[in-house]
């Protein structure tokens, strides 16, 4: 999914684009519509994602050990999620952050 598609599905709610980085860092700069959970807040507050809808967790970086372990941890408790291809760096490029 290209950023300006994953953007308009994070807007109508099909998609949760789901930020684990640190609140610091996610306050420096996110995606439009981005949530924030940092990796060890994620446990404590599955409760709180939707189970029936996408997750796309991002970091700093498409291979950023956070993102993939949000991944792993919320496939493990039954949702849908996967990573998101680019990190908040190649969107800072872009403009889009």
Same mark, same amino acid.
């Given at each position: 999914?290209? =950023?300006?598609?994953?953007?308009?599905?994070?807007?109508?709610?099909?998609?949760?684009?789901?930020?684990?980085? #640190?609140?610091?860092?996610?306050?420096?700069? *996110? #995606?439009?519509?981005?949530?924030?959970?940092?990796?060890?807040?994620?446990?404590?507050?599955?409760?709180?994602?939707?189970?029936?809808?996408?997750?796309?967790?991002?970091?700093?970086?498409?291979?950023?050990? $956070?993102?993939?372990?949000?991944?792993?941890? $919320?496939?493990? *408790?039954? =949702?849908?999620? =996967?990573?998101?291809?680019?990190?908040?760096?190649?969107?800072?490029?872009?403009?889009?952050?």
């Amino acid at each position: 999914m290209k =950023r300006e598609q994953l953007l308009a599905a994070a807007v109508t709610g099909r998609v949760l684009v789901l930020g684990v980085r #640190p609140t610091e860092e996610y306050a420096a700069g *996110h #995606p439009a519509d981005a949530v924030s959970i940092p990796l060890e807040e994620l446990t404590e507050h599955l409760d709180e994602i939707p189970s029936d809808t996408e997750i796309v967790a991002y970091c700093r970086g498409r291979h950023c050990v $956070l993102s993939c372990k949000a991944v792993r941890l $919320l496939e493990e *408790h039954g =949702r849908n999620a =996967r990573l998101m291809e680019d990190g908040v760096l190649e969107w800072r490029s872009e403009g889009l952050v």
